[in-house]
């Protein structure tokens, strides 16, 4: 059971982040930076900047882990799933943010402290978006959720939450509106002393991220492996499928405002529009 | 041939470019760098292919040798200096090369002597020693050291570089003297006017792709520059209402309105010291993209009058 | 338990395809220099940073400190009921003001 669980999310990562890339038409880039030289900057923190990709890979691993492929079988079957989540998106600003800082250049820096001034707002709605699912369920674990959205998905259930966890998503995978960290006017900002494999690995591990938070959507609110006919697995493949292509597609036709604009409108506008959907949720769940 | 599949998966890719324009290419290398089949790299980290476009004067060749060593290997550098040569011969050109690089051909070598620029003078385990930790000067360069701040005051680093003539998202030419706290402009000056370029340059389809290239939206962009339409949400919306406000000129998000409607923009820009001090780095970046080049020329030219 | 192993042993698949599957970084003098566009910077990069929105961090530290109590309340709200709402979204009102105060001293402005 176990070691098929444990397939199953390394499975599913490996090909969502092939279909990640091939969605953005990279994959022959990839494939030709792979071979280049890895260049090092001058004095730079070694440790961190091997170590950052890594842990945006793993962090993608272990949200996979906390999500039900079956009803009722989670890797990770914790009775607080939620919050195992929410420490990995805690935990991605850190990454994100020692990408940013090892190469100890202009941009990359520049680059970190934005994200770092945008990741954390943006923490505090999708924590709302997610205990707002959690109330129907009576719990925060991610099976009990799924439970709860037999008769109806939370989709239908609580309308707001999808499209502001779309913005989370967006932050948590640095991408289009959202992409604050690697953006063009600071040169692809924390990646912009990488080369070589280095920039396909943390290309992959954002890949792997964009796996991993679509499949923590699908669940929260498409009901996860919930459906008809098809088997529990094959349901929350095609969900993720399709959220992971709402992403790449929607994150490039939407355009990027200044850092200090969004995050005004990360606070005035999208916090107390989290704070209704929760009041909403709770209401409708009594 | 012997060719592993990923290494013809790489062949497939869009050749790497980044473009070191010089005088009077602009316009030819934008328009160039938006076919498909070429990216436009925004770093040489990104780049396999240096495009050189123009005759640079002889004080922009120490720079260009800089960027040059900065793309990883194997590179090649490519000279677009003949004018009559069309955009599909550079392209095919391009594409040789680059097609020789994944074949396994050696590169070009670096352009400057393989020796720190600076000697190691580090004082501690990792350099940085000295009075208040900050006094060593490891691989050459110093600590950055506090200054009064010009938003709040707050006694923080101070950093201070030169960047350009060929960073990406200046006016090529254009090397700027910044000091930084944190991402804010505190002081600009400028080292070199940006090269001069032919009116094609200021032409509002350009224009408005570099702006549409600063607010994330690359696709967006070359789609504009072969002559199709945005087709992206929230366009003159990202750009916030006031800024880069210049008299007789709008802001840069009626700059945007009018160069996606097809009107050019002819402005008396002010001093960029005085346009971009006090402005946060992506709001600078976004004021300089808003401005035709012909006007950044002519406000750093009023400048070296003065 | 096996929670911890699962978590542990991402991780050091993760480290090890980083550190060991990943040729060596390796430069030349001229190409460590930090991308400037051709130009060169005065200082290393690494600096006192001003980071602008120092004083979000704070209002977001309090929004966390929230969240704590937010997740135990999330379970028992349903079986709680109305005094459960009632007492959240006093808190959540409470929290609001604070973001109204924010927003009038710039604290959302980058400065």
Aim: glycine residues 10%; proline residues 8%; aromatic residues 8%.
């Amino acid at each position: 059971m176990i070691a098929g669980l444990v397939l199953a999310v390394l499975a599913t990562l490996a090909f969502g982040a092939l279909l990640a890339v091939a969605l953005d038409g990279r994959l022959a880039i990839l494939a030709a930076q792979g071979a280049r030289q890895r260049v090092e900057t001058e004095a730079p923190d070694r440790l961190n900047r091997d170590l950052a990709p890594a842990w945006y890979l793993a962090l993608a691993a272990i949200g996979l882990s906390v999500v039900p492929f079956a009803e009722g079988a989670a890797l990770i079957d914790s009775p607080v799933g939620i919050v195992v989540w929410g420490s990995c998106e805690a935990l991605i600003v850190v990454t994100v943010f020692l990408h940013g800082w090892s190469p100890n250049a202009p941009f990359p820096l520049i680059g970190a402290y934005r994200y770092a001034a945008i990741g954390l707002p943006v923490l505090l709605p999708s924590m709302f978006v997610l205990i707002a699912a959690a109330l129907p369920a009576e719990s925060l674990s991610f099976v009990a959720i799924v439970d709860s959205q037999r008769e109806l998905w939370n989709v239908i259930r609580q309308p707001l939450g999808l499209p502001l966890f779309c913005i989370v998503a967006l932050a948590l995978t640095l991408r289009g509106p959202m992409d604050y960290a690697d953006a063009a006017d600071i040169a692809t900002g924390t990646s912009a002393e990488e080369s070589g494999p280095a920039r396909v690995l943390w290309d992959i591990a954002r890949a792997a991220m964009l796996v991993s938070v679509s499949a923590i959507a699908a669940t929260v609110f498409l009901g996860g492996p919930l459906g008809p006919v098809l088997p529990g697995p094959v349901w929350l493949w095609l969900k993720i499928a399709g959220l992971m292509a709402l992403f790449v597609l929607g994150g490039r036709r939407i355009a990027r405002t200044t850092p200090s604009r969004m995050l005004s409108i990360l606070w005035v506008i999208l916090l107390p529009l989290s704070f209704l959907h929760l009041a909403i949720s709770g209401v409708l769940a009594l | 041939m012997g060719m592993s599949p990923l290494a013809r998966l790489a062949l497939r890719a869009p050749v790497p470019v980044f473009a070191a324009i010089g005088p009077g290419r602009q316009a030819d290398v934008e328009r160039l760098l938006a076919r498909r089949g070429l990216r436009r790299a925004l770093t040489p980290r990104d780049a396999a292919v240096l495009l050189l476009a123009g005759d640079l004067p002889p004080d922009a060749m120490e720079p260009l040798g800089r960027v040059h060593d900065q793309v990883p290997r194997p590179r090649r550098i490519l000279r677009w200096t003949d004018r009559t040569e069309t955009g599909d011969a550079v392209a095919d050109r391009l594409a040789t090369a680059w097609r020789g690089l994944c074949g396994g051909e050696d590169g070009d070598d670096d352009l400057q002597p393989d020796a720190p620029s600076n000697a190691w003078r580090g004082v501690g385990p990792h350099g940085q020693g000295g009075t208040g930790m900050m006094g060593g000067t490891p691989y050459g360069r110093p600590m950055a050291m506090t200054g009064l701040d010009i938003r709040d005051g707050l006694q923080l680093d101070r950093y201070t570089a030169r960047l350009g003539p060929f960073a990406p998202m200046l006016p090529p030419g254009l090397v700027l003297e910044l000091t930084l706290q944190g991402d804010v402009i505190c002081d600009a000056g400028v080292v070199c006017p940006p090269f001069a370029q032919p009116a094609d340059a200021d032409a509002p389809v350009l224009c408005s792709a570099r702006m549409l290239a600063l607010l994330g939206l690359e696709d967006a962009a070359r789609r504009v520059i072969r002559g199709g339409r945005p087709g992206a949400l929230w366009l003159r919306g990202a750009v916030p209402r006031g800024l880069g406000r210049i008299e007789g000129g709008g802001d840069a998000r009626e700059r945007l309105a009018g160069y996606l409607a097809g009107t050019p923009a002819a402005l008396a820009v002010p001093p960029l010291p005085e346009l971009l001090s006090g402005l946060e780095w992506a709001e600078a970046m976004l004021v300089l993209a808003s401005l035709p080049p012909s006007s950044i020329l002519r406000a750093t030219r009023l400048r070296e009058a003065a | 338990m096996q929670t911890f192993v699962i978590l542990a042993g991402w991780a050091l698949l993760a480290a090890l395809l980083a550190r060991q599957g990943m040729k060596a970084a390796a430069s030349s003098a001229p190409q460590a220099a930090p991308f400037l566009g051709g130009g060169t910077p005065d200082s290393h990069a690494w600096q006192r940073y001003h980071f602008r929105p120092y004083t979000m961090a704070l209002v977001f530290i309090a929004f966390e400190m929230e969240m704590m109590f937010m997740y135990p309340w999330a379970v028992v709200f349903v079986s709680e009921g109305l005094t459960a709402l009632a007492e959240m979204g006093m808190f959540l009102a409470i929290l609001s003001v604070g973001i109204l105060y924010g927003w009038r001293e710039g604290v959302f402005r980058w400065e």
